[in-house]
């Protein structure tokens, strides 16, 4: 018979039993569901993969060693898409005409044998485009084993006369490349700094009086905006007015349907001021 008025003994409980307790009760009720329901089984069976997963991730993360697990991962995965087939076999170049198809492959900077998926497109795409000929490039893969690209070339537009040299230049009024103006006879010569960039707009112009056109032989653009019509092989300038030629070009067709005056021994036509016509004669300097 216990002594009156003396304590029960206290029991030592451990925080961690209640949890564990939770724990295993979980478990046994999911293990229970399991051998009922085919749904419930994969639930478990999915729930230990995660569990043992974020185990896993978790000590590779405390360990310092996940950046050599995604890389070991990388470098399994490409050698299986490489022993499968996924290596660069043929790379197509589509629509080069004055480029050379070897100039193109080399700023690619893709082999027969590489990778298919270690060429990055974008920077592949640029590269192309820094070609001189090339105003856009598409870059693209074709699986398993080739490379395409295509090719929209430059167009000359004009022929630039810059510091003694020719350079082809397009619609754009970018220089393109050095050329001989020799083998593109049907471009028009331009001369002045800022000649490239305002050639385009007095050319749409110049297109509706196909008589100058055809006389044509250079064209000079001033720093003050303004441009010279050099014609017969350099014999006559016709000096144009700043802003809108319009009406200057339509008082030298008036005066050239009367007259013939680009067929004179005329060194230059002055058509700068509105209200007047300079001439002068050949063996003089223009004003």
Known sequence: MAAI???????????????????????TAQMRAASYSRKSAWRLALSIVFIFGLIGFVGLWLGGFLPDARQATQNFTKNRLISM???????????EGRLRESDIRKALGV????FLFDLDLEAAQNRVENINWVERAIVRRL???????????????ALWQKDGNVYLVDNNGLEITLADAA???????IVGADAPNNYVSVQEILSGYPDFNERLY????????????IMHDGDL????????IRPALDTLLSLHDRSSILDREIA????????????TPLNSEPA
């Open 237 to 244: 300038r016709v000096q144009l007015p700043t802003g809108d």
């Open 183 to 189: 083998n593109y006879p049907d471009l028009p010569l």
């Open 111 to 114: 082999r027969p044998g590489d």
């Open 5 to 27: 008025g003396k304590k029960p003994p206290v029991r030592r409980v451990s925080p961690l039993k209640p949890g564990l307790r939770g724990a295993r009760n979980w478990a």
């Open 268 to 279: 230059a036509i002055d058509l700068r001021l509105p209200d007047r016509i300079s001439l």
């Open 143 to 157: 699986w398993p084993d080739r490379i395409v690209v295509q090719i929209i070339e430059r167009k000359p537009y």
């Open 218 to 229: 250079a064209m000079v653009h001033h720093n003050t905006g303004r441009w010279d019509l």
């Open 85 to 95: 087939g996924f290596v660069v076999d043929r790379v197509d170049v589509m629509g």
